[in-house]
């Protein structure tokens, strides 16, 4: 039996890039597919309305949606579209994103709403709508998109200026670090129910990151596939049945590389050091830089 038969999902930003290889791949395992995008072409024709067709035409059941995740009125139409059409309501993935370069101080007050707006709010508003129905079924699955731009990787020292990997935005790191603190909390906060929350930080290559890709992850390099569609069966996996214990999780997903990341903030992975009682400046002026490494370069 195909691991989501019968499964009911709706995919936001689900007409081109990652959203569209994970609504292909969730058809393809069994599941119908609700897939939402506000994208036209110069032609007029809808993102979301051609996924949808290609998944009819390769014999699943799909329907495309239009709405804006950002407002009230479109993220609760989305989901009342989907739950009428399909009775239910069992996954929820939130791939609809953008992404604004520049650096903070040429950013304008404009662009920074709009970005924290798609991605929060988006995120936010999505939940919020999909949620009541969950809950109802006691059961349900919340995959949440972020990015390892959430915590760009800072180089060990200052001293270090070659080979570092520009951020796109702090505004696309803040609204993606957002989504990360959204996430592991709301899966607490779900913690008794059927329903989990993961979020997936993915890298492929995409209309919106045409150069994307990790050179190194985890301190080797990286998988040489940037193809969305690797990513997909990672999503397929976090919303089966069988993934009814993982929650909470952050989750990088490109290639063949795969990685369940520990608590952010857990002491076992970082350097700590204890003193009975305050330190000085001048103590930590000796002490701090063997600790982040700083004397080593
Ligand atoms: N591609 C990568 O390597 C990568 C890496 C890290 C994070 N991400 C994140 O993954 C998500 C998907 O990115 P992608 O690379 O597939 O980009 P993409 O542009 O191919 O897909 C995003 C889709 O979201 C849709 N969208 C935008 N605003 C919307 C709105 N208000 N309502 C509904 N739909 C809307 C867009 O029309 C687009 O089709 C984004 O959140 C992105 O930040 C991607």
């Given at each position: 039996m195909p691991i989501l038969d019968g499964q009911v999902a709706l995919v936001?930003?689900?007409?081109?890039?990652?959203?569209?290889?994970?609504?292909?791949?969730?058809?393809?395992?069994?599941?119908?597919?609700?897939?939402?995008?506000?994208?036209?072409?110069?032609?007029?024709?809808?993102?979301?309305?051609a996924t949808a067709n290609?998944?009819?035409?390769?014999?699943?059941?799909?329907?495309?949606?239009?709405?804006?995740?950002?407002?009230?009125?479109g993220a609760r139409a989305m989901v009342e579209a989907t739950v009428e059409r399909f009775g239910r309501l069992d996954i929820l993935v939130t791939c609809a994103g953008n992404v604004t370069r520049g650096l903070?101080?040429?950013?304008?007050?404009?662009?920074?709403?709009?970005?924290?707006?798609?991605?929060?709010?988006?995120?936010?508003?999505?939940?919020?709508?999909?949620?009541?129905?969950?809950?109802e079924?006691?059961?349900?699955?919340?995959?949440?998109?972020?990015?390892r731009g959430a915590f760009f990787q800072v180089p060990a020292s200052k001293k270090i200026s070659r080979d570092i990997r520009k951020p796109p935005s702090t505004a696309y790191s803040a609204a993606k670090a957002g989504i990360l603190g959204m996430s592991t909390?709301?899966?607490?906060?779900?913690?008794?129910?059927?329903?989990?929350?993961?979020?997936?930080?993915?890298?492929?290559?995409?209309?919106?990151?045409?150069e994307t890709g990790a050179r190194m992850v985890g301190g080797v390099p990286a998988s040489a596939s940037l193809d969305p569609d690797d990513i997909a069966p990672t999503v397929v996996y976090l919303a089966s049945p069988d993934a009814a214990d993982i929650s909470g999780k952050i989750v990088y997903s490109s290639g063949g590389d795969l990685i369940f990341y520990g608590d952010q903030l857990d002491v076992r992975g970082s350097r700590m050091i204890r003193k009975l009682g305050r330190w000085t400046p001048e103590e930590l002026q000796e002490i701090v830089p063997s600790m982040v490494g700083a004397g080593n370069e």
């Open positions: 936001t930003g689900g007409g081109r890039g990652l959203g569209r290889s994970i609504a292909h791949a969730f058809a393809a395992h069994g599941a119908v597919v609700a897939i939402d995008d506000v994208y036209r072409d110069e032609n007029g024709v809808a993102a979301a309305g290609e998944i009819e035409a390769a014999g699943g059941k799909a329907l495309a949606l239009f709405e804006d995740v950002t407002t009230g009125d903070l101080h040429e950013l304008t007050e404009q662009q920074w709403d709009s970005l924290i707006n798609l991605h929060l709010r988006g995120h936010f508003l999505s939940c919020k709508m999909a949620l009541p129905h969950m809950l079924q006691n059961s349900g699955r919340i995959i949440t998109v972020g990015s909390t709301l899966a607490v906060e779900l913690w008794e129910t059927g329903i989990t929350v993961n979020c997936l930080l993915p890298s492929a290559t995409t209309q919106l990151f045409p």
